[in-house]
Structure formats: C-alpha cells, structure tokens
C-alpha cells in the first residue's frame, strides 16, 4: 500500500488539474484580469455629458492620450481603427472606441472629440476639468504628467499608453501599446467578448 500512496497522489493531482484547466473557449491575448474592476464616469463630450454606463451593453475600448501627442496616441488609434475595421459589420455595432484627453487645458471636448472622428466617424473623444480627468484616470490607474514645458501651450504629456477593455461596466482586458498592434490577435480577443 505505502508503494502505491504516491501513484495515487500523483494521480489524483492529475485528475484534479484536468477538471481545473478550462477546456476549450478563448485563451486571450490582452491580459485578462481575472477580478474585473467596476468602473464608471462621466466626462463631457461634443454634445454634454456622456457616461460609461451609458455604453454598458457595448465593448469598450478606452485610451487616454492627447491630441498634440506626436508618436503613441497617433499609433494606437491607428491600431484600433485597424481592429474596428477587421470586425465583421455586426460586431462593429457592439464595439465602441473612447478616446479621453488627459490634457483638458487645450482639448475641449470638442477637439478631442474631432480628433478620435479623424481616425474613425464613430470613435468618441471625451474631455472634462482637469479634476475629473484626474478622477477617471485615478479610476483606471492612469499616470499622466506635463513634460518639456516650453509655455502653458507647449509641451508634451507623458502618459499611461494602455489600452483598457471595459464590459458591462466592469474593466476586463489589458491591451499593452504593443499588443494593440497585432490586429488579428485583438479581433479575436473582442470577438470572444461579444
């Protein structure tokens, strides 16, 4: 009996790992948080206040950036206009792109607003007080800080360049700026979402 003990326990670790490991299903390529985080706001946009929760049946990608950004903003909304545009035509219905300044001393919501449209009709740009802003970027982790200041209208903002996935009002997926490149890999990662 003792010489069959550790056949047994290692057998039975075995069964139990098999029964644990998913079968099937998505592996994700964004990091997936495993405890989604609630999340919510109210930033305003073009036309008044637009809130989160107002989009909860839709799967939310959310950048933070700046429209005088020269290299990081550009490139991501350039690589999730490419994601936007792989979905199939329904999918692009349940998928929405927020776009939100984390400089609101020169994007109004208006500008920010333009500047998503310009990668894409139907991205949203949202802005607010430098308050709120701060409180949504609190919300999500966000590190923003004005660098090479030449004057209250010259510089850049350093940034937090995630890409935060948010589904029914709960923060789900992580795209890293190099993730969000690979296309293929987060269609697939929205589309096991829907």
């Not at 035509?89 to 984390?102: C, D, H, L, N, T």
């Not at 660098?147 to 948010?166: C, I, M, N, S, W």
């Amino acid at each position: 009996m003792k010489k069959a003990l550790p056949f047994l326990l290692v057998l039975g670790l075995l069964l139990l790992a098999y029964f644990l490991v998913p079968k099937g299903g998505h592996s994700f390529y964004g990091t997936r948080l495993l405890n989604p985080k609630p999340v919510d706001f109210t930033l305003q946009g073009p036309k008044g206040p637009v809130r989160l929760a107002e989009v909860r049946e839709e799967v939310v990608l959310l950048f933070f950036g700046f429209v005088h950004c020269p290299d990081v903003c550009p490139t991501t909304l350039l690589a999730l206009k490419r994601a936007y545009e792989a979905l199939p035509p329904k999918a692009q219905e349940r998928v929405r792109v927020i776009f939100v300044s984390v400089d609101p001393d020169r994007d109004t919501p208006e500008i920010a607003d333009q500047y998503a449209k310009n990668f894409h009709p139907s991205f949203l740009g949202l802005s607010g007080s430098p308050e709120a802003i701060q409180e949504v970027a609190r919300t999500f982790g966000v590190y923003y800080q004005k660098a090479q200041y030449r004057g209250p209208k010259e510089y850049l903002v350093d940034h937090t360049a995630t890409t935060f996935v948010v589904q029914k009002g709960k923060l789900v997926l992580l795209f890293s700026p190099d993730k969000v490149e690979a296309t293929e890999k987060v269609v697939a990662d929205l589309q096991a979402l829907l």
